[in-house]
C-alpha cells in the first residue's frame, strides 16, 4: 500500500452570533440548526483546504458541528442529536466526501429514534461518499479539572451495540470496537476519553486497523501532559499509526481554552506536519510499514501472556 495523505481539523466552533453570557445560552434553542449549518460549511471549506493538498482522508473534531456544549447543563442542546447514518451531517458529509474523493471521519451528535438513547458517535465515511458505519463513544466522562467541568454523562450515554449492521466492510469480531475498510485502508476510531483506557488500541488493531483517528475536546495540565506521551506509546506498542485531533482557541460565552496540539504518530513517533493552514494537521502516513518487523527486535503481540495478567 502506498503512502497516504491525512488530515485532521484543530477548530472551534464557527458560529458566531453567540450570546455574551452563559446564562443567556438557552436562547439559542431555535438556531440549533444555523449553528451545525455553519460548522458544516467551516468544515467542508477546510476539507476543500486539505483535498487541495492531496489529503486522502480527514478526521474532524469530537463534536464538530456544534460548540463543546458539556461544560454545562443545558437540556436544549439535545435537540442538535441527529440519526448518525441519514441526519444531516452524514448526508452533507457524504456529498463532500464524493466531491473530493476523501475518506472522512465525521463525529457527530446521535440520536437513536427507536430507542430515545443520545450517543457521542463518529461516522465513517468512504471516498466514494458511502457511509460505512459508525463508532459509538465508549467511555464517558464526569468530572472536573483545574480550569472547568465536563459533564458528558448528562447529554448522552456510553456506546451500545449492535451499532453497525453486519457488513463486508466492518472488520474485528468485537461490536463495539469496529474497523473500517475504505479506499484509503483500515480505520478505526476511538474518541476523547476512549485513548486512555486500556485495551481500546489493542482492539482496533487486533480488528486490523492501520490508521486510528481519535477526535477529542480536552483541556487541563494533566491532559496536556498525557496528549503529548499517550499516543506514541499506543502507536509503539500496537503498531498503529494514531491520528489526535483536539479543539484549538476558546468558544464564547464559556471562554474555555483548548489547547490543540493535534499531531499524527506512528511506531516511528511522530508524523511532521505539512499544512500552512493552523486550523488542519497534513501528514504523510505509510500504512506498508506496519507488515515490516518491529526495529527493536520486539514482538509484542507474539511474547504476551494474558493468562497471567489482573482481571477486573
Known amino acids: 500500500m502506498s503512502v497516504i495523505r491525512a488530515a485532521m481539523t484543530q477548530t472551534c466552533n464557527a458560529y458566531t452570533p453567540m450570546p455574551g453570557s452563559v446564562d443567556d445560552l438557552p436562547s439559542l434553542a431555535g438556531r440549533l440548526a444555523d449553528i451545525r449549518t455553519a460548522n458544516l460549511e467551516h468544515h467542508a471549506d477546510l476539507i476543500a483546504q486539505a483535498a487541495g493538498m492531496g489529503v486522502k482522508a480527514i478526521g474532524l473534531g469530537e463534536l464538530f458541528a456544534a460548540p463543546y ?19 444531516p451531517t452524514a448526508t452533507f458529509m457524504a456529498g463532500v466526501a464524493k466531491e473530493h474523493g476523501v475518506v472522512i471521519v465525521a463525529p457527530l451528535y446521535e440520536l437513536e429514534a427507536s430507542t430515545g438513547h443520545r450517543f457521542n458517535t463518529a461516522v465513517v465515511i468512504d471516498a466514494d461518499g458511502i457511509v460505512l458505519g459508525r463508532y459509538r463513544k465508549t467511555h464517558i466522562p464526569v468530572g472536573s479539572n483545574e480550569q472547568g467541568r465536563f459533564d458528558e454523562g448528562f447529554y448522552y450515554g456510553p456506546g451500545r451495540t449492535p451499532q453497525n449492521p453486519p457488513s463486508p466492510r466492518i472488520l474485528g469480531d468485537n461490536p463495539s470496537f469496529p474497523v473500517f475498510d475504505t479506499a484509503v485502508g483500515r480505520v478505526g476510531v476511538a474518541v476523547c476519553y476512549d485513548r486512555h483506557f486500556e485495551g481500546v488500541m489493542r482492539s482496533l488493531r487486533h480488528a486490523g486497523a492501520q490508521i486510528v483517528f481519535s477526535p477529542a475536546v480536552t483541556f487541563g495540565e494533566k491532559s496536556e501532559r498525557m496528549w503529548e506521551i499517550e499516543f506514541e506509546v499506543e502507536a509503539a506498542r500496537h503498531g498503529l499509526f494514531i491520528g489526535g485531533s483536539n479543539r484549538l482557541g476558546s468558544e464564547p460565552p464559556w471562554n474555555q481554552p483548548y489547547f490543540g496540539r493535534s499531531h499524527f504518530v506512528g511506531p516511528a513517533g511522530r508524523c511532521e506536519n505539512l499544512s500552512p493552514n493552523p486550523l488542519l494537521v497534513v501528514s504523510d502516513l505509510d500504512p506498508g510499514s506496519l507488515a515490516s518487523p518491529d526495529p527493536s527486535g520486539w514482538d509484542l503481540p507474539r511474547d504476551r501472556r494474558p493468562e497471567i495478567y489482573s482481571r477486573d
Open 69 to 87: 456544549f458539556a461544560l454545562r447543563r443545558d437540556e436544549f442542546w439535545t435537540g442538535l442529536a441527529e440519526d448518525a447514518l441519514t441526519g
